[in-house]
């Protein structure tokens, strides 16, 4: 099956700093999203990204399809974005989702 | 909207006994629905498809008989988790997507299994 890869797999930032992650996978996907789960465990949907690019606040991401990984980057954090960052792909009619490994982010006051 | 619901939202339970566990879609209908484990500190595993009036699809290494799903109406899929052990315990979410493109996945709080 198709593997998942997200890097780096723990970061710590001061606050107001910039970020970078990173989800490689193995085969084509035509289903691409991020999550940020919360400390309670929630899932809260960031971007729907098989390709392309999009922006949302503080937060963009793209994917490059052809060459199979995606980035997460996260502007002026803020402590309110720690927690752990997953990225998921899919490729099956059913749309079932594979998720990565996850950055666990800390941003430090 | 996409809101995706689940009860409880922790239970304690002991060995042996069994355990239901329910996922709504408050918002939309949902044919299909997904179930997910996760154990501390780890990623999210799939472990079975939810298809709403036919038997749930599991992935390798899911005991089928174990692991009960039943999707009986389009807002409503329950996994029960029968003569539940210690190692059950674990934290299971549950998904759904609108049915039609672009297939985006909405995700449940989760339900906090203990097995004592």
């Known amino acids: 099956g198709i593997q998942v890869e997200q890097s780096p797999p723990d970061l710590i930032l001061q606050e107001g700093a910039n970020s970078t992650l990173r989800c490689n996978f193995s085969?084509?996907?035509?289903?691409l999203q991020w999550f940020h789960q919360n400390p309670w465990g929630q899932l809260i949907n960031l971007f729907y990204?098989?390709?392309g690019t999009k922006q949302n606040g503080r937060l963009s991401a793209t994917t490059v399809a052809t060459e199979r990984y995606s980035l997460l980057y996260i502007s002026s954090s803020q402590t309110t974005d720690s927690g752990v960052y997953f990225c998921?792909?899919?490729?099956?009619?059913?749309?079932?989702?594979?998720f990565g490994t996850g950055t666990r982010l800390l941003v430090s006051p | 909207g996409a809101v995706v619901s689940q009860h409880p939202s922790w239970v304690i339970c002991k060995s042996g006994t069994s355990v239901k566990i329910e996922c709504r879609s408050l918002d939309f209908q949902a044919t299909t629905m997904f179930w997910y484990r996760q154990f501390p500190k780890q990623s999210l595993m799939l472990m079975a498809t939810?298809?709403?009036?036919?038997?749930?699809?599991?992935e390798q290494g899911v005991e089928k008989d174990k692991f009960l799903i039943n999707h009986a109406s389009l807002t409503l899929s329950t996994l029960t988790v029968t003569s539940a052990h210690p190692e059950d315990s674990s934290f299971y979410i549950c998904?759904?997507?609108?049915?039609?493109?672009?297939?985006?996945?909405?995700f449940g709080p989760g339900t906090r299994l203990t097995v004592t």
């Open positions: 990204i098989p390709s």
């Open positions: 939810s298809n709403e009036g036919s038997k749930a699809t599991y």
């Open positions: 998921a792909v899919g490729n099956t009619g059913f749309q079932k989702l594979v």
């Open positions: 998904s759904a997507n609108l049915g039609k493109p672009p297939y985006e996945q909405y």
């Open positions: 085969d084509s996907v035509n289903n």
